[in-house]
């Protein structure tokens, strides 16, 4: 199944503009493609009884059908009527279109499973992909968005390398578009899947997979069609990438729910989840989770293989906390023999060589100077058996500079090994936090998303 | 034990206020209190050969010890060397010092018990109650704060109803201070315990019990003292207000490295969390629950006895999640009879009659506006089964107004029920937010979080 059509088409029709509902879902995509991305974008009303016409403020030619125009149209975005959507569909394919985005609703979601179906078969027939119906589609930049909520009301990630796909477009909107730009992670692709009766996750694996700017997918997964749970995990399998689900409908009582507002199952959660485990997909529990992943994702670190880490700190309390999350998450501390410990220790200042404690995790103490972290991290970079180190950073201490966060990046630089930190998530520490994403160094908001990012890390490992 | 004199002393002696080191610890907390605090405060140093000096750019008398001071000192702050403190303490308590928080380290967290316990003999013979050794004190606004970080450093919170006590000084700074300041929570107090020698968390539940100001309190606790964990759970269950324990050195691994960086003992997790919950103790599980807990205690709602809710969304998707985390937390979804439904939907304007899904939870669908949303809230609230609600809101939709927030406060109002809020976390939707919080409706980052706020108020019920 090709896709690229629906990633980055080249030209696009939107079908259903309306001359006099400038909010018409189908008015809202032209526009927004009209003035923002890169696609040339062409507006069809079948029921236009002109050739030209001015609406949302741009005087275009309206096109009554796809034929129309002239050229071939790589995509076609479709926000008509349910009843109308399978003639519509069949045009496309006559007319050789290689993908659409089927807006619409009114199929399966509300029982109208025959209606769906009828769109699968002109599928078939012509040979062309699409998304929906029942969705909101694609968010691809710079090339393409054919969400029809106004800019106004959302917020959109910039170009980067996570590919987010949801069944559920309020989520894709909320974590996939909002949050993840909130973070600043950038996507390569968001996917509204809806109601999924012809692409669906296993395709879109398969797509991503081959794209190169995309580092990692993340799915938020209702149910599965039949059969193509299966397809799934194998797709995931296979791929290079990190595959994350956020598997939604995990309770009996949730599943209820998912049923009565989409036209997917969902099976018992224990046994997807235990499949989900055998092929490589990382679950994700919560939305905080969904973040921490996608941000160590972003980031192309390398992965480690056992989880062996050492964690640096200036706050015993601090590193209390991340040995618990760490037992939890399956990482290991790697210890320093008594003599590296000596060693250890007389490279540091004399003033803190009587109470700082060498015992992983490594505590420096609040009176610890910029020399004392750089020497510590460089310490346990350099020790063969540590994989990566985990740097909880608390910059209240009067002793250590603002430079801090560039001199420790400097030091990660000098190895090939991950360096994931944490900062107290404030306006007033922001300096540290860019210092170290500068250098394209992971920085979680709480003790907890540090080591989620570490786990990530090691379960990235495929069998 | 009295404790007040801690918390809102009208005058204060600092001792170890250096005469050349700006950034000595007694000359930051001296500074600080003088510039922005209520207590009167006065500067000591038992090296001092003169009775008047300029330090930090202050020109002040300096004592030379704290029975040169005219008149009654409520509480003494304490930065000397270790070995000096004892004598130190001794002369405040004969002098009628009626508290002290010994910042000074180098007692049993270095092995040095016997001098600690001196300090313990001088505290009962003098009924001199103390914060520490090894601490960072009290922050107590607008009173005091003896935290010897400089503000430039570290973020406050303002003056508010939350009781915040740690074992660990850096977290408290971290979590207690930054991130609830970050939530915009305020304080009664926070209290960084250090070695906890003399006044430890279960006197502490005294003092907040009786605080008019606390509403709800939350303790950072790593290991109890001998026989005071018996004493801190019998205090929680006694208390009318919520107790929340996070509770660090919960693994075997962390167990060791709390050992190791303070004098406590940790005991088992799992018989600790269990006789938590035995006395009605709350678990704060990680750092995010922590901040839930803090935010929906700081907004005093009324608490609820079964947990049973109801949920209202315009996204399936966000109510299928947010019914797993309703499972996972052990809260019920209310059901709508027939009759019931046929009656809501027919208030429900007619575009959405016929899409709107009235099974628990309530999906009001993308196409929803402000009158279906307030006609739905009213309902759930009215229906007497019903003893919270929880809104999703999702302000993507064109078809509902910025002014939403202010229109389902005001239908919140007129119901003695508490209703918790999603809003998805960005700076565009902060108006909404906004909206809310003022009137007193908390509002959550994320799904789970808003599950775990509601969570809380069941959870509130002492037996």
Known sequence: MELKSLFKPERTAVIGVSLNNPLHPANVIYSKNFKEYTTEVH?????????????????????????DITGDIDLAVIAVKAGRVPSILKECGEHGVKGAVVISGGFAEIGNRELQQQLVEVANKYDLPFIGPNCLGIYSPPYIDTIFLSNARIVKPERGNIAFISQSGGFMVDQGMGKLAGEEIGVSGCVSLGNKAFVDEANLI?????????????????????????????????SRKPVVVFKAGRSEIARKAVSSHTASLSGNYVV????????????????????ALAKVFSHNL????????????VSGGHGVIAVDFCQEYDLNLVQLSEAEKQILREKLNPAIRPIA????PIDLTGSSSDTDYETALNFLLEKKEVEAVLLLMLPYQESISFEIGSKLAKVAKRYDKPVIVYVPWNRRYLHLVNDFEKAG?????????????MRGLKRRNKK
């Open 43 to 67: 507006a069809v009303n079948p029921a236009a009884d002109r050739n030209a016409a001015s609406f949302n403020g741009i005087t275009a030619r309206i096109y009554r059908q796809i034929g």
């Open 206 to 238: 398969e797509y991503f997979e081959s794209d190169e700017s995309t580092s990692a997918m993340i799915f938020h997964i209702e149910g599965f069609s039949p059969g193509r749970g299966r397809k799934f995990v194998e797709q995931a399998e296979k």
């Open 272 to 291: 997807t989840s235990s499949i989900f485990k055998q092929y490589g997909v990382i679950e994700a529990r919560d939305e905080f989770d969904i973040i």
């Open 302 to 313: 390398k992965s480690i293989a056992r989880g062996d880490i050492a964690i640096l700190t």
């Open 357 to 360: 404690s060498l015992e992983n």
């Open 441 to 453: 160094i992971p920085v979680g908001h709480t003790v907890e998303e540090a080591v989620k990012m």
